[in-house]
């Protein structure tokens, strides 16, 4: 058995790694430094991967329930997909109408955090990506919090803002919902700005997708203006790594300490990953 060795990335967060064949079941000991890993690195990446459908479930499921994707991918999947499987491409035959195919910039978000139980983690299988485009950039939400400035601190001390339901992370209105003329009255859940990581105890910044949301109790220009400066201060390079997609590979990262966004590009390259997301807890 080849030992699993952890490479961190030149950044604030991410770690490669090695020696883990993830069509087959985690052993406890692989399960073990997978979850000490993420923990530590929050972005884990396994390259040189080749996964279906079952196996992708399978590696999901070792760390919690799945969410089920129906009524929430970018326009539709192919007839038979698993329910937990979301497909995230710009190809005719996985049933994405022509104008929900995601290629524009996409903007910095926490995945599934509209849900009263939102993901902890998210794990996305790159099947086929092009070279040097459409990357996916992370921010470190535990070092964003540890460096607010005293006063930002103050604002938000016991505050809690609505993660917006209706609008995807490029900005377009999921099925199903219509447009928002008033943040105060977004769908979706609302979650403590600052929420206490359930497993490591650290405390993180946590909203759902910049330019949306709405922190409860302020008049909606207030809200916007603190959101702002939330968002300037948790996007900041020094909190920033960015993963160069390769195929094969799979991205599993934790969104109650992180948040991600992605380059665009050309609409005519193909780009198909496979996505499955695992419930978490309540955020407190």
Not at 140 to 160: F, H, M, Q, V, W
Request: charged share 25%.
């Amino acid at each position: 058995m080849v030992p699993v060795s952890v490479t961190p990335m030149n950044g604030p967060l991410g770690a490669e790694l090695k020696g883990i064949d993830l069509r087959h079941p985690l052993t406890d000991k692989e399960l073990e430094v997978v979850t000490e890993s993420s923990q530590r690195y929050l972005v884990l990446i396994f390259r040189d991967q080749c996964l279906d459908d079952d196996q992708l479930i399978c590696f999901g499921k070792q760390f919690g329930a799945l969410h089920r994707t129906e009524g929430l991918t970018y326009g539709g999947k192919p007839p038979g997909t698993a329910p937990e499987i979301e497909i995230i491409s710009n190809q005719t035959e996985d049933s994405v109408p022509t104008d929900a195919r995601p290629s524009d910039e996409c903007a910095w978000h926490t995945d599934m955090s509209m849900f009263e139980t939102p993901a902890s983690f998210s794990i996305l299988y790159a099947e086929d990506v092009p070279s040097g485009i459409g990357q996916t950039r992370f921010a470190n939400l535990y070092s964003a919090y540890e460096t607010l400035p005293d006063n930002l601190r103050k604002k938000i001390e016991g505050r809690r803002s609505i993660h917006d339901a209706a609008y995807t992370a490029m900005g377009e209105i999921r099925a199903g919902f219509s447009p928002v003329a008033d943040k105060s009255k977004s769908p979706g859940a609302d979650h403590p700005i600052v929420r206490t990581h359930g497993t490591t105890g650290r405390k993180a910044l946590y909203l759902g997708r910049m330019g949306y949301g709405y922190i409860l109790g302020l008049p909606v220009s207030k809200s916007d203006e603190l959101l702002d400066e939330l968002w300037n201060h948790m996007t900041k390079n020094r909190f920033v790594w960015q993963h160069e997609w390769r195929k094969g590979d799979v991205v599993m990262w934790d969104n109650r300490c992180c948040t991600h966004s992605r380059s665009a590009f050309d609409p005519s390259i193909r780009r198909r990953l496979r996505r499955v997301t695992v419930v978490g807890e309540r955020p407190i």
